[in-house]
Each structure stands twice: as structure tokens, then as C-alpha cells.
């Protein structure tokens, strides 16, 4: 069980143009979602948070307008990369938050490597 | 370990030893400390976890240690298998973790290849 899936799992986009990338929890619904960026040989930045029905929390530095998140459904978050440049280009990683035996966890997607040329 | 520039602290093993992976984490407030495997090109897998209340957890050929004096966290991984070649990540959080204000706070990652 907590599976997370993402679509898709990789893109490559010409520079200008937007990439929307999904995440979903199949078999659990998650009141809050994480977006995570991690550039080769780096570690994971967190970039948003991401509550059902309501505004995501934004990490200091990251742009809300450039990188757009939906979490329309308890089992549904987009990630939206408008007019994406080639600095873009990253790993783009997901979780999904769950309580579970008392503790709250974070189930990870499998990741949407993105390339902009 | 701390990288340097873009690269990765590597630990490299034969097949059949034991591996030691450390970490040090950065606030006395977290409480819950978590390791994640990462295989190439792919997302975090949980490992094991550790809250702040014991000092010792173990899993299947995994055992996490927490040093909370020195904020020292270390993952023990028993009899390596080619398998366990990965980038291994530690992360932090606090009592909100997984909800709308708990967030994980990720280590540096260290390199893990096991030579067969």
C-alpha cells in the first residue's frame, strides 16, 4: 500500500513552453503533498507544499508564479513549469503525506526527469 | 558526510562486508529522523526511521544510530549486497511531520557502491 505514481516520467520541452506534471497517490488519500526538486548529484529541495483545496506553501526562493500547484482532489497535485528554461531542467520529485500507526509519513512518486532545450 | 561542489561523498565496500553510512543533522528541535534509498533515476525509499527517544533501531540487515549530543545519525547496513548500491539520504523533521507544517529536511547523501 501508499503507492505514488507520477506522469509523466520524464519530458523534454523546448524552452518558453510549459510542462505539467502529475502526481497521485493510488491507494490512499493525501490531505497534503510535497514538491521536491533535486539537480544531478544533489539532495532534495523541498520546493512547495501542497494542501488539498486550499494555496500551496512555497519554499523561500521558489517562484509561485513560474512553478504552479494544484490540489484540486485528495488524491491529486500538479506541478506546472510555465515558460521553462533550460535551468529548469531537473528531477522533479513528489510525496504524498499519510498518518499512519501514529505517525505521519511521506510515501515519494518515482520522480519526472524534466529536459528543456 | 558534507559534499563538496557537486560531488558526492562516496563509500565504496566489497560484497559481504558491513557498510556505515553518517550523517549530520542540522536542528536540535528534530525529533524523527528518517534514511531513504535512492537507486538512479528513481524516488526515495524508506529504510528505516528513528525518533528522538531512542539512540538505537533496528531493521532487517539495517540498524540506525542517533547521537543526539553531537547530532550524529548513522546507517549500518549488514553483510552489503550488490543491490544496496544506491545514494543513501538522511532526513530530519519534527512533530509535524507529514502534515501541512512538517516538512523533511534532507541530508547531503552519500554514495554507496558495493563491489562484487
Known amino acids: 500500500g501508499a503507492v505514488v505514481s507520477q506522469h509523466p516520467s520524464w519530458v523534454i520541452c523546448k524552452s518558453g513552453t510549459s510542462v505539467k506534471i502529475e502526481c497521485r497517490s493510488l491507494d490512499f488519500q493525501a490531505t497534503t503533498m510535497f514538491w521536491y526538486r533535486q539537480f544531478p548529484k544533489q539532495s532534495l529541495m523541498l520546493m512547495a507544499t501542497?494542501?488539498?483545496?486550499?494555496?500551496?506553501?512555497?519554499e523561500q526562493g521558489v517562484e509561485k508564479d513560474k512553478f504552479l500547484i494544484n490540489h484540486a482532489s485528495l488524491t491529486l497535485s500538479t506541478l506546472t513549469v510555465t515558460s521553462a528554461h533550460p535551468e529548469d531542467s531537473s528531477f522533479y520529485i513528489c510525496?504524498?503525506?499519510?498518518?499512519?500507526?501514529?505517525?505521519?509519513?511521506?510515501?515519494f512518486g518515482p520522480g519526472t526527469r524534466l529536459t528543456v532545450l | 558526510g558534507e559534499s563538496v561542489g557537486l560531488h558526492l561523498p562516496t563509500l565504496s565496500v566489497q560484497e559481504g562486508d558491513n557498510s556505515i553510512i553518517n550523517c549530520a543533522y542540522s536542528?536540535?528541535?528534530?525529533?524523527?529522523f528518517i534514511w531513504y534509498k535512492q537507486e538512479s533515476g528513481k524516488g526515495p525509499q524508506f529504510i528505516i526511521d528513528?525518533?528522538?527517544?531512542?539512540d538505537k533501531r533496528q531493521g532487517q540487515r539495517v540498524t540506525v544510530l542517533l547521537n543526539k549530543t553531537v547530532k550524529h545519525l548513522s546507517l549500518q547496513i549488514a553483510a552489503t549486497q550488490p543491490g544496496d548500491s544506491a545514494v543513501y539520504f538522511c532526513a530530519e523533521t519534527d512533530a509535524n511531520y507529514g502534515g501541512s507544517q512538517g516538512n523533511l529536511i534532507f541530508g547531503k547523501g552519500t554514495k554507496l557502491s558495493v563491489k562484487p
Open positions: 510525496s504524498a503525506g499519510l498518518e499512519r500507526g501514529g505517525n505521519n509519513e511521506q510515501f
Open positions: 501542497s494542501n488539498e483545496g486550499s494555496k500551496a506553501t512555497y
Open positions: 528513528i525518533r528522538s527517544n531512542m
Open positions: 536542528n536540535s528541535a528534530s525529533d524523527y
